[in-house]
């Protein structure tokens, strides 16, 4: 296998490393132009369908989407079809801001401003950039190219895109890596993936009039009773683990027993075992005030609900992969120190299969990341333009 410099130094690559520099200015306008289309989780299929267009415009191979939304489009290797693998470039297509977000994007002393311009408009706008030139500089690769802007990364979209992707055996069987793009920077590579558990927790009862109906059970009471046992569940010291209640919802009035109230649970963890336990505990505690409540009180009895919302496995990259030795060596040929990181992506799910896989930026820097004030600056994005590629090819082989 040809190092990684021995890569650098073929004509096509030099041509298409120039080149990335070279297309800045059309790499920020479609960034630019693709932010400004809404794509809440679930809601992704206009921002889906600009790729399409993309895709097709730069002329790669069999460009469609799959049941789920995902857009695949692809640069076919040279091996011959039998022994030919595929090295998967991807990046989330949906944001975390609900449809009605004004997404407008702006710029500013060069930088770009508005929802989701970061978060994952850096690694969309990588693929299409190492898309280009890749099918512009004729580079050839033994090993399939598939480039997937795919759905449901963030919240409870539950990495659902990833997970459809992934469950096809025609697909896992042929994949020799997955190169998660999320984010801005060029030194990170993330290669355990925090994993989480989310719950929703309904108290159910009667309801009444505050004053004629006082003494029926109130959901609220129990819901307070849960959420202090919560706060005090006791963490494992062997893993890094959180848990957390997130959001309240209860009450039409306050002259009025309510009928319901809910709360958001999640958990965080390193390890799985860790995260089930958590989530037993959380049960437990739900069923419990549940039940004393309507011991306390004096007429009416409470239901309880307990629904799973989410789950991101915890998994980690085993250290001798072939995809981390291939990003050393590039971040080695490109002076880059590379930073080994933790962090829940859609790296979770090849992570929990035992595909190869990593999370890494796509150059730049970004902030205000998840909330209305996100801006992104494309000053430095060529060297993790640079980095990107040079890994795809070298994963995908020579020619």
Known sequence: MPSVAEFAALPAVRKALARLASYE?????????????????????????????????????????????????????????????????????????PRNTAVAVRRERGRLLGPGVTDNGAGLSALLAVARVVRECAIETRDTLLFVPNVGEEGQGNLRGMRHLLSH??????????????????????????????????????????????????????????????????LSEGAQSTCSVTEIRAGTSVNSIPTSATMKVDIRSSCENEMTRLAA?????AEAASEHESRRASRGGLRVAITDIGHRPAAALPENARILAVLREVDQHLGIATRLEQSSTDANVPFSLGIEAVCI???GRGGGTHSTAEWFDPEGRVLGLQRILLATIALAGEA
């Open 361 to 363: 930026g796509a150059g």
């Open 281 to 285: 505990r959380v049960k437990e505690i």
């Open 25 to 97: 200015d059309w790499i920020t306008d479609r960034q630019a132009e693709f932010c400004a289309i809404p794509a809440p989780s679930f809601e992704e299929h206009a921002r889906a369908e600009y790729f399409v267009r993309q895709f097709t415009r730069l002329k790669l191979e069999n460009v469609r989407q799959d049941s789920e939304g995902n857009v695949l489009a692809e640069i076919p290797g040279a091996a011959a079809k039998r022994d030919r693998k595929i090295v998967a470039v991807t990046a989330h297509l949906d944001t975390v801001f």
């Open 169 to 234: 055996g025609s697909l896992t069987e042929k994949l020799r890596a997955v190169l998660v793009v999320d984010g801005p920077g060029h030194e990170h590579v993330v290669t355990e993936g925090l994993g989480s558990r989310r719950f929703e927790v309904s108290f159910e009862g009667p309801g009444g009039h505050s004053w004629r109906d006082f003494g029926t059970v109130n959901p609220v009471y129990a819901l307070g009773r849960a959420v202090g046992e919560i706060a005090g569940v006791p």
